[in-house]
């Protein structure tokens, strides 16, 4: 009796860590909106039966979490997708693979100095550009006036409309800080934060949520990528994307293959195929507005075109590096979250 | 040969069948795949342990040697108090062992330094298999049949291993993990060891400020605090009111009532908040209404703390009217009837007797209530504003740009602190006082009616939180067929489709992409139900049952893990069980033991009630005609137990697909869950397919639950169903 319940109990204990065996897998993490994942997954395994692919869906944040707390045991092979910082932060703890693909020449100039200055440990895969985008049936009853560059964010009658998310959570609040320090100097931008925090209802913890909020109209004006924005009017939602006047700052959105993957092979099929046009050219039609790395690739309609866009000539390799982040969100810390009030 | 011997030789040998035979390590495709088996000879890290330690691993050494010096006990002596004494002490020698050798040597060589100069570095293993754990319950059953072979518990061998193996497991699922969220705190990332990051944020200002109370915004502690302590009352008072309503009014839609009470149990959390949002948001249903009819300018009054509270109480109220109304139901009509031929009126029996003797009951809602609105995670994470809470900001001091596993275990640990004092204060205001209203003696009559003053507001209130809790459903319901809430109201099944959809191009296949998380949750949580149940009942068995020295600190050991916050186990079994020597991050094995000894103390109290019931003398007419204690178990209790156990199934299958806290930290991509995924669909705006996938849960969930009851039966008593003797006042 007693042998059969410890028989029992030790099949307890170590049950069922797998039911499927066989076919080579690849575990992916993928950091875009989980529709662009989705058709990403179904669209490689159309076209690769051999491999099945396993993928989650985790925010930047989440997976640089998960592939640092797995730094010593990896369960992932490849990470594609999410702002570019958490990558290169990635890369720099060499918890991310070298590698370069025979597709790098097909790619645009900032996805390869994305490679580059990682030392080839992570690569682009898409870019986008900071914006915001504004509920156009608030503004119109309230009487607001389009906002077309940052500082008209500062107007007193816009209290309590704009949302941004927290930079101590998101990475596209993080290049929105990193972006106006590179435009106005540090304690200008500071200065401006300040002041723009007068207007603002609440620091979100998710990236996209501020326009998703001002598209359901919970908010005015949301403070996100473009391409978060576009997708809210092609959706169907009353809501018209600005690109500062000033000048604005960009993401690049990386893929990493993890050091000590399991299936390293897998991971990269997958890598040379997702840079290819043909892949590219799909992703629109899930409702992806970034503009794609592959030079052959033509980006949605919808997209912003970045050639109308004043794009600064961001920094990532500074902004990204580890001192210079810790220091910004320190500072961010003190002198405006800290204050921020329900 | 008697069952001492016996039961010996069979543990010797399984011992060492799983040393000649069971890969003694860790693998990789998973021990159940069986592809293993093949490369068993070629590969070494795939060897059994008997071989392992041959080819030099001498880690392994002292396992063999206790192995040998087992059986050379069982060989020379005879059962007795000499063998049984050294059987204890090689079982204990043995599991220290196995967990010293374990914890010094990772992945890569010695995990500390020290021991690397001491000793010269050596390789590497992987963490410990199917062998290694063969072995640890092997340590673990020859203390316990030592034990038995010294008389202690006359000897029961069952209840001895049933006891140890418990222990066992509790320490490592529930101890372990807590353990090294703490020394986590004191890691850097590198593995070595730092006080930097803790005393930083030991006395951080956005953790502990307290300048809310001067006009500005307190610390991220003390606002959790409040908001529970809130939402604690809050739900206390109306789970009374509905358990009053139920109970002792003529209040025509009882019946209802309870219907009502049970949804929100089979609901995924953050779903009442986004249903929230769409009522009472800047442009809900709702507010849009009143903005319309009045011309008030509402504004975004319900994120923050305020939305937050209202969406616990929504959440929280059906569980505290659970737990009150057998409380309720409980305190006897003769104490009131007594009180009305003292010639009290009908408001002083209630204010003098009936309410005092609820206390108990109360004070077990109230602490359910703070306990579970300090867990919550998905209502915070919807409903938040600016300012966060413990659980969340644990969430996002571990997965945000600041990645501070150091700060998400100072607060866990505050949160914890918080959490284990409400547990530990409700427990020692509980001792020492008699609730017993029920004396063996028939209670006759029913229970007075409330007081008319009592009454009405009472119904009143009752009345009004049901429509709004209607509405709030009614709204997730229809939510899924909305195009786009808010702004295109048109019917349409397009989110069912994109979430459940089925194609037949060339061959069937599950084409929606709520399928690979929907099979994982529900394979997972039917895993898990059973095992819960089980291991809760056995549990409460020993507990009610069984008379061994330290059972009180046993019971609170187990009770505890209710009293851990869900975040709290994710992080910590994340730190816990991503490395040698227990490595089960990744596979389907963390979930099922999260959801195991999380749930388990539910299923414990159920039994321990349930088994109240059952007179003892059932037990010992079993035991007099000669069956063992596990057989009495099996045959005689089990029968009786048949809606202790449906509770238990039903509670842990039904939490195993609503939680999400710890889940969202152990979801991976080959095993993910639903809950995980539809935060990944509202965070990024996606409410349709949401709401159709959470209303899909939750019909599932009321079909397994009328599933399990079939499969169950009732309890088959061969007169009257008993009559509620025996329901004690303290939970």
Redesign the interface.
Known sequence: MTIRTAAIAAGAVIALPAWSAGAAELNLICSADVVICERLVSEFEASHSDIGVNMVRLSSGEAYAKVRAEARNPQTDLWWGGTGDPHLQAAADGLTAEYESPMLPELRDWAVQQAEISGHRTVGVYSGALGWGYNTQIFEKKGLAKPACWADLLDPALKGEIQIADPNSSGTAYTTLATLVQIMGEDEAFDYLKKLDANISQYTKSGSAPVKAAARGEAGLGIVFMHDAVSQSVEGFPVKTIAPCEGTGYEVGSMSLIEGAVNPDEAKVFYDWVLGVDVQNVMPEAGSYQIPSNKEAVASEHSPDLSQIKLIDYDFAEYGSSERRKALLARWDSEIGGQASE | MNADNR?LD??SW?ALLSLLLLPWYKI????????WIGDAISEPDLWPGAFQAIAGRWQLWPVLLLLVAATGLRLTQPSGGFRGRWLIRIGIMGLVWLVAEGLSS???GWNWNLLETVFGEISGQPAFG?GA??LG?FFT?LIS?GAAERGVLKGD??VL??IA?LIL?VAVFVFYPILSIFTGAFQD?DGSFTTEGVLRNIDD??IWSLSCLAG??CGVAWRTLFLAICTASATTLLGLAFALVATRTRFRFKKSLRLLTVLPIITPPFVVGLAL?MLL???GTLTQLIEGATGWEL??WL???TGIWLAQVLSFTPISFLVLIGVVEGVSPSMEEASQTLRAGRWRTFRKVSLPLMAPGLANAFLIGFIESMADFGNP?VL?????VLS?EIF?S??????DPSRAAVLAAILLFFTLSAFLAQRLWLTGRNFATVGGKGDGGTHALLPARVAFPVIGIVALWSLFTVIVYAMILFGGFFK?????HTLTLDHYIRAFGVSFDGGFRWSG?AWNSFWTTMLIAL?AAP?TAAVGLLTGWLISRQRFPGKAVFEFMLMMSFAIPGTVIGISY??AF??PPI???????IL?SCFVFRNMPVGVRGSVAAMAQLDGSLDEASLTLGA?S??TLRRVILPLLRPAIMAALVYSFVRAITSISAVIFL????Y?MATA?IV??V????YGVAIAYSSVLIVVMITVIGGFQFLVGDRRLRRRPTPPVNKEAAA
Request: proline share 0%; glycine share 22%; net charge positive.
């Open positions: 039961r069979r543990l399984l990789r495709g998973g021990f159940f795949g069986f592809g990772g992945m890569r199917a754990v063969v319950l059953c049949f061998a069952f291993t049933s193996v497991l990332f200002s956005k500005g915004s949002t948001g800047r442009s504004g975004r994120y923050g703390l994470l938040g504003g600016s300012g966060g969340t996002f571990v997965v945000g740009a600041q990645n786009l809430w808010g702004l295109d992409v895993i095992l994340i730190m991503n490395l490595q089960m991050t990744g596979t389907a094995l099922v063992n596990g057989r979801v991976s991509a080959k993910n995924y990944g669909l965070e990024n705006g996606q």
